[in-house]
């Protein structure tokens, strides 16, 4: 994943691996972490996996390219929770798979169409180093 000049976040591939920071507020340890994920701008947020304090990484595939958000919700041994994501201000990452290449195309511009003074209808569609040729006399 590498950050784009916009804040967002950029994929080419549909595999991404999330390293949550965890932080514990109190005495008890963090116990799990969920991390939700949202294909809808935030709309509706899905539970995808949870690990244990011991694991460090969750794994995500996209079923398709998009954007997609992510939350994670920690859970203290006692049973202290984050509120579960409801918006999309609760994201904390913002990611854009994309794992197709684009397209480029090369154009010519448009030429004058219709036969001008001294040019015949053959060469008046050619570019004006062409159409003064001896083959278009």
């Known amino acids: 994943i590498r950050k784009g000049r916009d804040g967002l976040h950029?994929?080419?591939?549909?595999?991404?691996r999330l390293k949550p920071k965890v932080r514990a507020s109190g005495p008890a340890n963090v116990a799990k972490i969920e991390l939700f994920v949202s294909e809808?701008?935030?709309e509706t947020w899905n539970l995808h996996s949870s690990i244990d304090d011991q694991e460090k990484i969750f794994s995500f595939v996209a079923a398709q390219d998009g954007r997609y958000l992510f939350c994670t919700v920690a859970t203290d041994s006692v049973g202290h929770s984050e509120e579960a994501p409801t918006k999309m201000?609760?994201?904390?990452?913002?990611v854009i798979i994309?794992?197709?290449?684009?397209?480029?195309?090369l154009t010519a511009p448009a030429w004058n169409l219709r036969p001008g003074p001294g040019t015949s209808s053959v060469c008046s569609g050619r570019p004006p180093m062409l159409a003064s040729s001896t083959m278009c006399s």
């Open 10 to 16: 950029y994929s080419n591939s549909r595999t991404v």
């Open 40 to 42: 809808d701008g935030g």
């Open 89 to 94: 201000d609760d994201a904390e990452l913002d």
């Open 98 to 105: 994309d794992t197709e290449a684009p397209d480029s195309l």
